[in-house]
């Protein structure tokens, strides 16, 4: 099948996907008890006045009927307003978002490229002490939780230690003062990140550089490898050269899939390092029944995902002529 | 993708680790502005817009703008005018009252007058907005007498215009009439009106909003208009003193606890847990403060059904509820214990002479009292609590008076990660209601699904709820227990219908002298704890913390010292006092 096939057929796919993730999002979030008018309501706040509430945000409307509105307004654009923010989710999904991918992106880069880079020359000191004890480190720290790290690095860098902020993505009293410049602004959201970033390495380098190794060991046993070093190629020449690029395959789909989820951020790490991000808003959208902050924002990570599948698989069969779909 | 970045790796990490060590010698920890008021709130303001706002930091921040008429005095608890000038005049002839405003300025400079009042007044009933137009209902017509003077005409009496009525907010007429103009005309106008943005509200307040960074921090700046600058109210003069305040964000209470001992906040205006309290003394430069609060945590009953009909059933199961016990070992001693639906600590109001159920007896004696309360009611059992011999055995089979087996039952909770305290207490009552042979379970489940569950669907047996906030008039308890309010979605949960309480509720809404009020409210309560469709079990203590290295004064009054008159009157330590 050649290419321009391959991407109609993955994208009708995806579109039916799509809808299918549409349609599930939209029954998920109505038929789950509790709503988002009973999420707000206070003892001021009289049966009337919820009626009132209720009817004024359609809710009373029937289930079918709502449907058919939240089709209508997804084709036109209009992915709604916020219940509790009072402002469309698009603008509040485009103030979270470049936080998230700023540190998600940051970290997964980071990661994968440590990860890569020390599992290519782990995998040659295979069976070796310092292979058992960084597989298992790996693998250690591949398994931490995340909260746990993330509040030990706190308590640790910048409570006990200091020098590193507490949380957040900036410093506030720099901010205000009406004369700090761009520069200044920028180093301090750099600042900022150093924690969150430490600890997403910690926890995300582990598992690439298994995979890394992995790959490797499976791409050392291969007749070319073999030739590489007849022809009297350096250990070096064949690990950079001729092994590690044929071994990075399932590393590419693994950051691939991990850089589309960078969008969703993460709920815990956000929360913990208050980092204002997309994972935070999610987890309150969700847990008000804010349902149009909540729905745009899975949509749109849903999109994000599938789009980036499909860069994956075309990016696969550019990679390794051998793969065919 | 990848190979480049194998290829270059090492480059690049060592490129992208230099820019990071660059921004963290460049930066350091911010500088103090010795004049800014730090805060740390828990979670983000939702709102500016003060009509959408339900959440409580958004309150918490517009309550440092927007101003009422009346507030609570700190010490007594009495109405204190703020932006009105005096105490209001009532008229009987015309039911209305009048009132003098003092001269105030919206922060913009211009004169906050009777019209803004009006202004206010009308936009709530127009567009019946959620959480005022109940306190608004009433008013029938609000009329400027001249620029400082504003009379309420009311087509009844209410006791709560006093109470509840006078210390809502006034907003300015020159803001908001656009809005209210244009939202009127969409098909939508609440919706409309709720969802206006307001990026720079008008206030009345110690503080005006200069800088909000969505996600990072809301930053405040003193209002150069604020009325009650250098005024004596309630024995205290008022600034504000800090120049400006800055919110901080922080989503979790322990980064924010590490934030209060590095420094980084001098306030975190939030109820923390007692678990904090050690670490926290320890520190030197922190000071804890215990404050009472107008809270109620109680187990509920729906009593459309039996066995929960039965006041004698519920008055046994509170005989074996150990309030102490909870209180010691779930709140670790920060709690008071309820005997009322009215908070003690809500002086006024508060009803002394009420039953304690079970007080200081031990685990068998409850036992033994809660068998004999359900004995002389009919219940029996196939093995009862108590043998022949007056001691406390291992029960069974508990059957209704009418003979009919009694039915296994849910306690419904809140979950542990919501509010472990409840969940917990489930538990213990559980196991309580056990000992007699109740046949209880507790079931914890989110509290959107509870709360459905219990106000609109009314399928439950019992829960465990709480207010955190109690409004200091005790109207609310016309709302949980008047027969009125017993429909689905009304707040009379537990479906309790008594004539003689209606009837006592119905006459302390209408009562206008405070006396008399109390007279009735006292003997509601009395009904309500003979009764007991809900069993009050504690009071949480209001834990706050501070730092002591920048700021001082704070004012301490029930719920805390996240209040008004804290902001109005802390001091920057270096200021003469």
Same mark, same amino acid.
């Given at each position: 099948?050649?290419? @321009? @096939? ?54 009373? &409307?029937?289930?079918?009927? &709502?449907?058919?509105?939240?089709? @209508? ?46 599992? @290519? ?93 992995? $790959? ?80 745009? $924002? ?28 | ?26 930066? %350091? ?44 005095? !700190? ?170 305040? +800055? ?10 606890? +590490? ?19 050690? %670490? ?16 109620? =945590? ?29 209180? *010691? ?34 685990? *068998? ?19 009862? !609590? ?85 409004? +200091? ?45 109390? *007279? ?13 469709? =809900? ?8 834990? *706050? ?33």
């Amino acid at each position: 099948m050649n290419m @321009k @096939k391959l991407i109609l057929r993955r994208s009708i796919e995806i579109l039916a996907v799509f809808f299918i993730i549409l349609t599930g999002l939209f029954l998920l979030f109505h038929i789950a008890p509790g709503d988002p008018v009973s999420m707000m309501v206070d003892l001021t706040m009289t049966p009337e006045d919820v009626e009132r509430l209720v009817a004024q945000l359609g809710l009373d &409307q029937p289930l079918w009927t &709502q449907y058919l509105y939240y089709l @209508k307004n997804f084709v036109t654009g209009n992915f709604g307003t916020s219940f509790h923010y009072g402002r469309p989710v698009i603008q509040i999904i485009g103030e979270r978002l470049p936080a998230t991918i700023l540190l998600f992106t940051t970290a997964t880069i980071l990661a994968a490229m440590a990860g890569v880079w020390w599992g @290519k020359r782990i995998a040659w000191y295979k069976g070796k002490a310092v292979d058992t004890w960084v597989t298992i480190f790996s693998l250690v720290c591949s398994t931490l939780f995340l909260p746990w790290i993330a509040l030990l690095s706190i308590w640790l860098f910048a409570y006990w230690v200091g020098g590193f902020p507490l949380s957040g993505m900036m410093t506030p009293e720099l901010w205000v003062v009406p004369d700090t410049g761009i520069v200044s602004k920028a180093a301090d959201v750099a600042y900022h990140m150093l924690l969150p970033l430490m600890t997403l390495f910690i926890v995300n380098t582990g598992s690439y550089l298994l995979i890394m190794r992995s $790959s490797m060991l499976e791409t050392l046993k291969e007749d070319y490898i073999l030739t590489a070093r007849a022809k009297g190629l350096t250990e070096r020449q064949v690990r950079n050269r001729h092994a590690a690029p044929n071994a990075a395959l399932p590393v590419v789909t693994s950051v691939g899939l991990s850089l589309a989820f960078s969008v969703n951020g993460g709920a815990l790490t956000e929360t913990v390092f208050s980092w204002p991000g997309i994972g935070r808003e999610l987890i309150f959208a969700v847990s008000n029944s804010d349902y149009p902050l909540a729905m745009a $924002s899975f949509l749109f990570i849903a999109l994000v995902v599938l789009v980036a599948n499909l860069i994956v698989d075309i990016l696969y069969a550019y990679l390794d002529p051998r793969i065919s779909y | 993708m990848l190979l480049p970045v194998i290829r270059h790796g090492k480059m690049l990490t060592g490129f992208l680790l230099s820019c990071l060590l660059a921004a963290l010698i460049s930066c %350091g920890p911010g500088k103090h502005d010795s004049q800014m008021l730090r805060i740390g709130l828990m979670e983000e303001p939702r709102t500016t817009n003060v009509w959408l706002a339900s959440d409580a930091n958004s309150r918490k921040v517009l309550s440092l703008i927007y101003q009422p008429l009346y507030t609570y005095d !700190p010490d007594t608890l009495d109405l204190a005018p703020w932006l009105a000038a005096s105490m209001p005049e009532y008229d009987p002839a015309t039911e209305s009252y009048t009132i003098r405003l003092r001269h105030a300025k919206w922060s913009d400079g211009t004169p906050l007058t009777a019209h803004d009042v009006v202004f206010t007044v009308d936009l709530i009933r127009q567009f019946q907005v959620p959480r005022y137009y109940a306190q608004w209902q009433f008013v029938e017509k609000t009329v400027a007498v001249d620029d400082q003077t504003v009379r309420f005409f009311l087509s009844q009496p209410r006791a709560i215009f006093l109470t509840k009525t006078l210390v809502s907010f006034i907003v300015p007429k020159s803001q908001w009439a656009p809005i209210a103009q244009q939202a009127g005309s969409t098909k939508k106008p609440l919706v409309a009106l709720m969802n206006a943005k307001i990026p720079k509200p008008l206030g009345s307040g110690p503080y005006m909003l200069e800088q909000w960074r969505q996600g990072a921090f809301l930053h405040m700046k003193k209002n150069p208009h604020f009325f009650g600058k250098n005024l004596v109210i309630c024995n205290r003069r008022l600034g504000p003193h800090a120049d400006a305040i +800055l919110f901080k964000m922080y989503s979790t209470a322990d980064v924010a606890i +590490l934030a209060l001992k590095k420094d980084a906040v001098d306030f975190f205006w939030w109820s923390i847990q007692p678990g904090y309290i050690d %670490g926290l003394e320890k520190n030197r430069n922190t000071k804890i403060f215990l404050s009472d609060r107008s809270a109620l =945590y109680y187990m509920g009953f729906n009593v459309r059904h039996a066995p929960f009909s039965d006041p004698d059933f519920r008055r046994a199961a509170t005989i074996l509820i150990d309030k102490d016990f909870i209180i *010691e070992r779930v709140l670790q001693g920060y709690a008071a214990s309820m005997d009322s639906i009215v908070p003690s600590e809500n002086i006024f109001w508060h009803a002394a002479d009420l039953p304690q159920y079970g007080h200081g007896l031990s685990r *068998e004696e409850r036992i033994q009292m809660a068998f004999r309360l359900l004995s002389d009611a009919g219940y029996t059992w196939d093995r009862p !609590p108590v043998n022949a011999a007056g001691k406390v055995v291992s029960p069974s089979g508990i059957i209704l008076p009418s003979g009919r087996p009694m039915d296994a039952f849910t306690i419904l909770t809140p979950p542990a990660d919501y509010d472990p305290a409840r969940a917990t207490c489930g538990v213990i009552i559980q196991e309580w209601l056990k000992d007699l042979g109740i046949p209880a379970s507790t079931r914890p489940m989110s509290f959107g699904a509870l709360l459905q569950r219990i106000k609109d669907r009314q399928d439950f047996d019992t829960f465990i709820l709480g207010y955190g906030q109690l409004s +200091l008039d005790p109207d609310y308890l016309n709302n949980f227990f008047h027969s009125a309010n017993d429909r689905p979605g009304g707040w009379n949960m537990s479906g309790y219908r008594n004539p003689e309480f209606d009837r006592l509720a119905d006459a302390s809404v209408q009562a206008m002298e405070p006396a008399r009020r109390q *007279e009735l409210v006292w003997e509601m309560q009395r009904i309500l704890m003979a009764d007991l469709p =809900y069993i009050p079990l504690y009071n949480p203590v209001a834990i *706050e913390a501070v730092g002591t290295q920048r700021f001082e004064g704070w004012e301490q009054m029930i719920d805390g010292i996240g209040n008004i008159w804290s902001i109005c009157r802390v001091k920057p330590l270096a200021a003469p006092m």
